[in-house]
């Protein structure tokens, strides 16, 4: 048997109620039973449609199923109902789900289930699926559907005809046993004769609500999920609402279709609702609105490292801004300088945090500060001076002033042959004294010294600036000698 995949992989086949002695089958599966009460002996065709994930088929009959199998005998020579396993894709996640719709027809009646469940990983699961035929009746509560059907109108709905004939949910859990083949009763099996050719017996099994009972009366028969048989026409039940062409439970219920209401939204702002088919309310869009709401705040920084906030009024419009609070002492970024030292200065600049940081070392200081003097010695023990000027520089220095007559321990010839005279330590000339090599002053030969070894005794000062080695008597030299 040939299998075609589109969205899943579907093993499609035959099996009776035991499973074959080491037949090998995948670890993660479910097997599907299929039963079905359409009339007649012979085969009808099935057809099962398969995806991946709970995007469900609705009304639309999808291209192409993915696998199929015709006239499939209704049961097996053994009594086993037709049956087929569906396994996730290859490569796909063992525990995904899948959406699946059964279709069997026989002749023009075609039945339609519709079911998702999700894969046990390694477990070998069950599904026993119904095809009522009451599921194909005609019905008047479509909105698109055309011709209408009971299977129509639950699918419009987002629900399949389930086993019993009414609209269920298709979300189903497989079963871990294989469930025991049950024979649906025959569509036309409630015939039948008693006590005589007269007795009629109502012919209701799989009939729907209203139709005739084959005796003169009505069937009370199925009516859809939340609705009741009543006098042969079906009503919602007690806790149940009409909307949207279905009986919905009455706490699902929120409004009636087609009212609308004005709602308040966003900052100030109304939509406008409407009621969905479903009774329940769908949110419009929300138009008009303000540009905050009532009572929020919104701070902005201000100033040196400040902050001032405003409020959003009761019309959903922000306020003026407040007064700017919590300023620093300065402008992030900001610098400040100051004089130091000698026509110097010193910068210091303004941190993130508004705050002034330290000063730097002081640059550009001069060698004196204005105003200040200061004196040095120059010339013949005379004085020079000089005062700092307001550039912290000291000028030119002035003239010499207060000098002597000579250069202190200078000498100069003159005051005698033998003698010089020194310029003394505050610059004037000193007393005739011995020039070097001499051992006295001349003065003219009247120069002398006492001596012992002559009365009166003398030795006088040579031309030779020496001592004479006569002693002389003084007024009578040489006498004595």
């Known amino acids: 048997m040939r299998l075609d995949s589109l969205t899943a992989r579907l093993a499609l086949a035959l099996l009776t109620t035991s499973v074959a002695s080491g037949c090998i089958v995948p670890a993660t599966l479910v097997e599907v039973i299929v039963e079905t009460d359409i009339p007649g002996e012979g085969p009808f065709d099935l057809r099962v449609y398969a995806r991946e994930g709970d995007r469900p088929f609705g009304t639309d009959t999808p291209a192409r199923s993915n696998a199929s199998i015709n006239m499939v005998a209704r049961y097996l020579r053994n009594g086993s109902a037709p049956s087929f396993v569906l396994v996730p894709r290859q490569g796909a996640a063992r525990d995904g789900s899948m959406t699946a719709r059964i279709e069997a027809q026989s002749g023009e009646t075609v039945l339609r289930r519709d079911v998702r469940f999700r894969f046990v990983p390694n477990q070998h699961g069950y599904l026993r699926i119904v095809l009522r035929s009451a599921c194909a009746l005609p019905d008047t509560r479509c909105r698109v559907v055309e011709p209408c059907t009971r299977q129509g109108v639950c699918e419009e709905n987002g629900q399949t005809c389930g086993d019993n004939g009414a609209c269920v949910s298709t979300l189903v859990a497989p079963s871990g046993t294989r469930p025991r083949p049950v024979v649906p009763p025959p569509f036309d099996g409630g015939m039948e004769v008693e006590g005589g050719a007269d007795a009629c017996v109502p012919t209701c099994p799989g009939v729907r609500c209203g139709e005739s009972d084959g005796c003169g009366g009505v069937c009370n028969g199925p009516c859809a999920g939340g609705e009741r048989c009543v006098d042969g026409r079906c009503e919602c039940s007690p806790g149940f609402t009409s909307c949207g062409g279905m009986c919905r439970p009455d706490a699902e219920v929120e409004c009636t279709m087609g009212m609308t209401r004005a709602m308040s939204c966003g900052a100030c702002g109304t939509r406008m609702d409407s009621c969905g088919a479903d009774c329940r309310w769908s949110s419009g869009m929300c138009s008009g609105g303000g540009s905050c709401m009532p009572g929020e705040t919104q701070s902005e920084r201000c100033g040196n490292c400040g902050s001032r906030s405003r409020s959003c009024q009761a019309d959903c419009t922000w306020g003026a801004f407040g007064a700017c609070s919590g300023e620093g002492a300065c402008a992030a970024g900001q610098s400040q300088s100051q004089p130091c030292g000698n026509c110097g200065t010193q910068s210091r600049m303004c941190q993130a945090d508004c705050t002034w940081g330290t000063y730097s070392a002081c640059g550009g200081a001069g060698p004196c500060s204005p105003g200040q003097t200061q004196t040095q010695a120059c010339g013949n023990c005379g004085t020079q001076s000089r005062t700092c000027a307001g550039t912290c520089q000291w000028p030119a220095w002035g003239a010499c002033t207060g ?46 010294r006492s001596c012992s070894r002559c009365r009166n005794g003398a030795q006088f000062c040579l031309s030779s600036c020496v001592w004479s080695t006569a002693c002389c008597s003084l007024g009578s030299c040489p006498s004595c000698l």
Do not use: I, K
């Open 403 to 448: 000098q002597g007559v000579c250069a202190a321990g200078s000498t100069r010839a003159g005051c005698d042959r033998c003698g010089v005279e020194v310029c003394s330590a505050s610059c004037t000339w000193g007393a005739c004294q011995p020039s070097a090599g001499s051992q006295c002053l001349h003065n003219g030969g009247s120069n002398y």
